[in-house]
């Protein structure tokens, strides 16, 4: 937290500030200036490939591509498909790639994959959680349907669970972090909506045994979301470069939903992902209708009323200026990366690599050696990795920035300085080490006050 201050103090001290409304409106041409030269103070992190995810892409051409189709739609809202057909085209083909993609043509003909397109993968997992709640009352006669998660599902579970009302379970990983599966087969109960795997988990990276998982589901009647945010995009040509990937989407009849981040390695601008279902059936329970509003007959998708169609353009832009060749030749790169790092990790004396990721690595530190201060040493670096609690660990996500000449050889020489450093240096700490280091011991109401306070001071001017 610390850290954040230090951060955000220049661009509130460098730039002009706005607490309200200019009088008289600036000239655009100084306002695009004081735009860019932010963006331009921004970008080194990412664009040397020294942050953990975040920018998935990031070429100066795909990103002048992407704002250039951003700019020919920028009007374009999809709430009004008689204004923009060309919206609703983008969409239901983004769907459809998508869908194509991730084994829908498998699917039986009474019950073909469909979904539709969200901002992002929480609201994508959000909305599938919303359908399933109301598809177990109305369907299935379920008073209090519940979510089935490994403890390693993402946080946007959570956030279903409590904006739905839904209880959510969740169950224990195994040794190398997937889900349990006979603590997930004891868990189901006739109040299960949906059981969920990840393919892979953001924590560490690794696939739960989906097959299984579907298996399971299917037996006992439940829904099993596929949550592949992360893997969407990069399993399907994982799997055609023989790398080990079980099978993880609709090729398995028990998979009734995923979600597939076009954000992430889909390679389109922020706020873009797609959900998808097995069935139309399921779909409608995720759509909202009103019949009676004296606005009129109103009809909305997503949680969203009116939406960017740019965002939308910009997605199906990528993609098809991507096409498979490009999709495989990206994860060919990203998942070589992947493997030199996590093995660059393995070999670092006082780290170890939690499970057996692809190219998502999460590491752990040996005794008397702080996990969390590597990662503030690597921040001193430059470097902004996720920190991981429980078990203590930090992860780095690879994305195309890392494939760069010399990223991957500059991050496992600066980790392994770094972890030189803090052994050498215990104890000394100044930003997010102690956080972290504390969240684990101190009492979770106490924790949150301090999560609530760091989210109010994103909104002080
Ligand atoms: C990123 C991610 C999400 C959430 O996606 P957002 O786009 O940040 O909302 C969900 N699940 C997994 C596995 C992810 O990696």
Redesign the pocket.
């Known amino acids: 937290m610390a850290d954040l201050e230090r951060q955000l103090k220049p661009y509130r001290d460098q730039f002009p500030s706005f607490p309200e409304l200019p009088k008289e409106g600036l000239a655009r041409a100084e306002v695009t200036g004081l735009v860019e030269r932010l963006a331009s103070a921004e970008e080194r992190t990412w664009r040397e490939g020294y942050a953990s ?1 975040a920018v998935y892409h990031g070429d100066p051409d795909h990103v002048a591509f992407l704002s250039r189709v951003y700019a020919a739609q920028s009007q374009s809202n999809p709430l009004h498909p008689d204004l923009w057909p060309s919206a609703t085209k983008f969409e239901a083909e983004i769907v459809a790639m998508t869908a194509s993609m991730l084994g829908a043509g498998h699917a039986a003909a009474e019950a073909p994959v469909a979904g539709t397109v969200s ?7 959000l909305l599938a959680m919303k359908a399933y709640r109301d598809f177990a009352r109305e369907r299935r006669g379920i008073a209090a349907p519940e979510i089935v998660a490994p403890v390693t ?4 579970f959570d956030k279903a669970a409590r904006f739905f009302d839904m209880p959510l379970v969740r169950v224990p990983v195994d040794g190398e972090f997937k889900a349990d599966l006979g603590a997930l087969a004891a868990a189901v109960t006739e109040r299960t909506a949906v059981v969920v795997g ?1 393919a ?3 924590p560490h990276g690794v696939i739960d045994p989906i097959p299984e998982i579907a298996a399971l589901a299917a037996e006992r009647g439940v829904g099993c979301h596929v ?5 969407g995009f990069i399993l399907p040509w994982a799997e055609r470069l023989g790398y080990p990937v079980p099978a993880f989407d609709f090729r398995l009849p028990g998979v009734t939903s995923m ?1 597939a ?1 076009t ?2 390695y889909g390679y389109a601008a ?1 706020g873009s ?1 797609v959900v998808l279902y097995r069935g139309r059936e399921l779909r409608q329970f995720q759509y909202y209708t009103v019949t009676d509003w004296p606005g009129g007959l109103y009809l909305s998708p997503t949680f969203a009323g009116s939406r960017p169609g740019a965002l939308s353009a910009a997605c199906w832009a990528a993609m098809v200026s991507i096409g498979e060749s490009g999709y495989l030749e990206a994860a060919r790169r990203i998942l070589e990366t992947g493997a030199a790092i996590r093995d660059g990790v393995a070999a670092i004396p006082g780290l170890r690599v939690l499970g057996d990721p692809l190219w998502v690595t999460a590491f752990a530190a040996d005794d008397g050696l702080d996990v969390y201060q590597v990662m503030e040493n690597m921040g001193h670096r430059g470097w902004s990795l996720n920190g991981l609690q429980r078990p203590a660990a930090v992860h780095i ?1 690879v994305t195309l920035r890392h494939t760069l000449p010399g990223v991957a050889d500059r991050f496992l020489a600066d980790l392994a300085e770094s972890v030189r450093e803090v052994r050498s240096n215990p104890g000394v700490s100044t930003g997010m080490a102690p956080v972290y280091g504390m969240a684990g011991t101190l009492p979770a109401d106490i924790v949150r006050q301090l999560l609530t306070g760091y989210l109010d001071m994103l909104f002080e001017v």
């Open positions: 995810g901002s992002g993968g929480t609201e994508s997992i599902a993402h946080a946007a990840s892979p988990t953001f949550d592949a945010c992360l893997g979600s981040d954000h992430k922020k992902s996500a």
